[in-house]
Nanobody
Framework: QAQLVESGGGSVQAGGSLTLSCAAS????????MAWFRQAPGKEREGVAA????????SYASSVKGRFTISRDNAKNTVSLQMNSLKPEDTGMYYC????????????????????WGQGTQVTVSS
């Protein structure tokens, strides 16, 4: 089971941009869908975006569609989340995840469909 490590979080003002990265410890993730989730204090973890094993399919939460872009580089065992036009409501701990059973499960962006998680990286957007 691969280990996942997120990076790239930070503090930005509303309207700014950040790019998050998730590095996997081995290439077993290259045959699996991967996703980003976030969790704000006192709220449930919610799905943000998912990408299929080869990167040909993506799924986004309606709240981030058009602002966030998920991508992956299987040569480097990484998945990224480009976040533009950030809003204060985007604040939270961001996690990457993998090991959902198939693309449909991953695209659902339901946390319970994913088995392997990283430790998270904090994103704070101020108004």
């Amino acid at each position: 089971q691969a280990q996942l490590v997120e990076s790239g979080g930070g503090s930005v003002q509303a309207g700014g941009s950040l790019t998050l990265s998730c590095a996997a410890s081995d290439d077993t993730v290259n045959g699996k869908s991967m996703a980003w989730f976030r969790q704000a204090p006192g709220k449930e973890r919610e799905g943000v975006a998912a990408i299929s094993a080869k990167g040909s399919l993506t799924s986004y939460a309606s709240s981030v569609k058009g602002r966030f872009t998920i991508s992956r580089d299987n040569a480097k065992n990484t998945v990224s989340l480009q976040m533009n036009s950030l809003k204060p409501e985007d604040t939270g701990m961001y996690y990457c995840a993998t090991d959902a059973v198939g693309w449909s499960a991953a695209a659902s962006l339901r946390p319970g469909q994913f088995v392997t998680w990283g430790q998270g990286t904090q994103v704070t957007v101020s108004s």
